[in-house]
């Protein structure tokens, strides 16, 4: 087919794993809605910094594609969009709240004055987000003596936006949707159980041990998912999207955040084991209560 010649004779740029070309709404506060979920200062220093961080990821994020076809390759430049999106967190919390502490995956761990530390993950997804693959996130939770009482995460290609406070319940805003609470899903099949996971990486990870837990949950459930980003995968198991996710060898900024939205919307957080789960403990489960038991039975032969 004949495409039509483009304004001025320029030829048409290739697009590589991302959804058409159009005009990207950029989010710098939350939006006036007539929402019941709460929000409290706290949360929205947070949605604020996530926003603010994720304009330059959106940015960088259009810059992605186009170094698709260079020598050089992506790496270099998505590892400082990396650092200047940890910069804009750091720069935006700690603004709003100056004696919290702050660990971030990218800069280290900066001493707060009191009981409160931020817990940042300014890209997780990376690899995706390397490949033109709209599926990354930005991940902030809010840590007092060593409980996680706030988390959100956001992902800039669409819009989405979870979070979560301590006894407050979990919610869900997209640019249709907002504030709508989530609840896990309330399946007690593990038959027609649809799971989520991530394959260790190929220079580290115990990957006899994570194929014999990917063989055993395949042969019980009707899929096992991978999308390769851990916050969004906690967030799609509070929105009843995953009915689980198991994991092994994830860092606290991976998962702070997600895990509460998890426990917020009615789910349950252990180790594959059942144990209780601690931040950068080496293995994670997240999953709705009826099918806790079982999975975990099933990856017992992992733990």
Not at 67 to 95: I, M, N, Y
Not at 199 to 221: C, N, W
Request: glycine share 12%; proline share 8%.
């Amino acid at each position: 087919m004949t495409r039509p010649p483009t304004k001025g004779g320029d030829r048409p740029v290739a697009r590589v794993g991302r959804a058409p070309a159009g005009p990207i709404r950029e989010r710098s506060a939350p939006l006036p809605r007539a929402s019941q979920a709460p929000r409290s200062p706290l949360m929205t220093i947070m949605q604020r910094a996530a926003f603010a961080a994720g304009k330059g990821l959106k940015r960088d994020f259009g810059e992605v594609e186009h170094l698709q076809f260079s020598e050089k390759g992506p790496g270099d430049f998505v590892s400082h969009a990396d650092l200047r999106a940890e910069q804009v967190l750091r720069e935006h919390l700690l603004h709003g709240r100056p004696s919290f502490g702050f660990l971030g995956e990218e800069g280290g761990e900066t001493k707060g004055a009191g009981e409160y530390r931020w817990i940042v993950d300014p890209l997780d997804g990376t690899t995706n987000f390397m490949h033109g693959v709209p599926h990354f996130a930005i991940s902030i939770a809010l840590e007092r003596e060593g409980e996680v009482v706030a988390g959100l995460v956001y992902n800039p290609a669409n819009d989405d936006l979870f979070y979560a406070e301590k006894g407050s319940g979990a919610f869900l805003e997209t640019p249709s949707a907002r504030g709508r609470r989530l609840r896990v899903s309330g399946r007690r099949q593990l038959g027609g159980a649809l799971m989520a996971t991530g394959i260790p990486y190929q220079e580290r990870g115990d990957h006899a041990r994570f194929t014999e837990s990917l063989r055993a949950v395949m042969a019980k459930t009707s899929g096992v998912r991978r999308f390769g980003a851990a916050a969004l995968d906690l967030c799609w198991v509070a929105a009843a999207r995953f009915d689980g996710f198991w994991e092994f060898d994830l860092s606290p900024w991976d998962v702070a955040a997600g895990t509460l939205i998890v426990r917020e919307a009615g789910g349950v957080i252990s180790d594959i084991a059942g144990r209780p789960y601690a931040l950068g403990g080496p293995t994670i489960l997240a999953i709705n209560p009826p099918l806790r038991d079982p999975v975990v039975e099933l990856l017992a032969p992992s733990a």
